[in-house]
């Protein structure tokens, strides 16, 4: 029962958002243009949510050390506690609250690497024993054993990671400044966030390299949170943070790992089997981003280039030019032109199934047919926009929480 109801943290059962958005990083004007330095924008207005920090531990806070080659001074579950209940935090998110585990969770089959290039990053270091078990009772019973398989670490669908944030805000300026000032008081707390970008609090003692260090770690390791899928869209939560196991899991385009959130919790859930030896690659980015954005984010945000273009991304001069003729639909739209709209769409749906390209920046297009369809009660059409928004959105991520 726990393996079914946790499976809902991992994979989404609604459709997908109607418009393209930055699941996670969202970088402001300032970074864009190259500067890292804090804001000093961080006050909380009228009706924002204040910054907060997490100190999760349940238990008394356990004195600072590097636990099993982690260096942070919390606390990490290596086996599912049994007073955890998956149920409650589900519930918990669905009224609002922000309760979380006493601890972190880290998959036991999961180890922490450096490896060239990569930096830091989580790798399978031990094979599943049921495929062990499996393997051997197939050289035992079969009369000729069929070619041996690679080993499977992690077989999917498997709960890897559960993870709290160390501190939340509204916003990255003002998670910047909440940061700063928490770190500068609590030794602990600097330690834990200065080890994001592999720091430590002995070299941060002037209060110019702890900040410049503090916005070097919100910006190249800051989530903006998802909320539960609502009606097919996605329902933001307001909440920037600094999850400190997510930020061990590298970028990629491919990725064998899906992150939901419920309420503040990370969760992260394998798409794939693993071997051992493997590592956790997520997509930072929105699924449906087309490679010029997917771009310009990676860049600024985090300073490496994409992986793409891939084989199912279209040419950046047909992305843009179904755009503008999408605005201009949607502009027909808006001035009460029903029908006018609906062919529009209709040739731009048949100009991207044209293309040769499964993009899954094609998706909202079919999603706006779909809306526009309903509205001129042609439901067949409907129907069939929404199976070719999903099937596109789902072209290199089968599972995700806009899939």
């Known amino acids: 029962q726990m393996r079914c109801i946790t499976s809902c943290m991992g994979i989404g059962s609604s459709l997908f958002c109607s418009r ?17 330095a804090p804001s000093s ?13 997490r100190r999760w531990d349940g238990l008394p806070q356990p004195a600072p050390r590097f636990v099993e080659g982690l260096p942070f001074s919390f606390k990490v579950c290596r086996e599912w506690p049994e007073d955890w209940s998956p ?18 969770f880290l998959h036991p089959a999961l180890g922490l690497e450096r490896r ?14 049921s495929a062990v078990a499996a393997a051997a009772d197939v050289d035992a019973t079969a009369a000729a054993a069929p070619p041996p398989q690679p080993p499977v670490g992690l077989r999917a669908g498997e709960l890897l990671v559960v993870d709290v944030p160390l501190a939340v805000a509204p916003t990255q300026s003002a998670l910047v400044d909440h940061i700063h000032a928490q770190a500068a008081v609590d030794a602990v707390f600097r330690r834990d966030v200065l080890s994001l970008c592999g720091g430590s609090s002995g070299g941060a003692s002037m209060a110019g390299d702890l900040a410049e260090n503090v916005a070097r770690v919100v910006r190249f390791n800051h989530h903006e949170a998802d909320g539960v899928p609502v009606d097919g869209c996605l329902s933001g939560l307001g909440l920037c943070g600094l999850w400190p196991l997510g930020s061990l899991v590298n970028h990629s385009l491919h990725p064998n790992v899906t992150r939901s959130f419920v ?43 994409d992986e793409g273009p891939d084989g199912f991304d279209a040419p950046d001069a047909l992305v843009a030019r179904l755009d503008f003729r999408r605005a201009q639909a949607e502009q027909a739209l808006a001035e009460g032109h029903t029908q006018e709209a609906l062919d529009a769409f209709k040739d731009i749906s048949a100009c ?33 926009a929404f199976s070719s928004a999903l099937w596109l959105a789902s072209a290199r991520e089968p599972f995700s929480v806009l899939t």
């Open 263 to 305: 309420g503040e919790v990370a969760c992260y859930r394998l798409l794939r089997d693993l071997a051992p030896g493997d590592e956790l690659l997520d997509n930072y980015l929105d699924v449906l981003l087309p490679h010029s954005q997917r771009s310009l984010l990676l860049t600024h945000v985090h300073g490496f280039a």
């Open 41 to 53: 924008a961080g006050t909380v207005q009228d009706g924002e949510r204040a910054p907060k920090a």
């Open 87 to 104: 149920l409650e935090l589900l519930l918990g998110a669905e009224g609002g609250s922000s309760e979380a585990p006493a601890a972190r």
């Open 20 to 36: 393209p958005c930055s699941r996670h990083y969202k970088p402001s004007a300032a970074m864009c243009a190259g500067s890292d």
């Open 116 to 129: 060239p290039g990569r930096g830091r990053c989580l790798v399978v270091t031990a094979t599943d024993a």
């Open 352 to 384: 991207c199934l044209g293309s040769g390209h499964r993009d899954p920046t094609f998706a909202p297009h079919f999603l706006s047919l779909a809306g526009v369809a309903l509205s001129a009660g042609e439901l067949g059409l409907q129907r069939e």
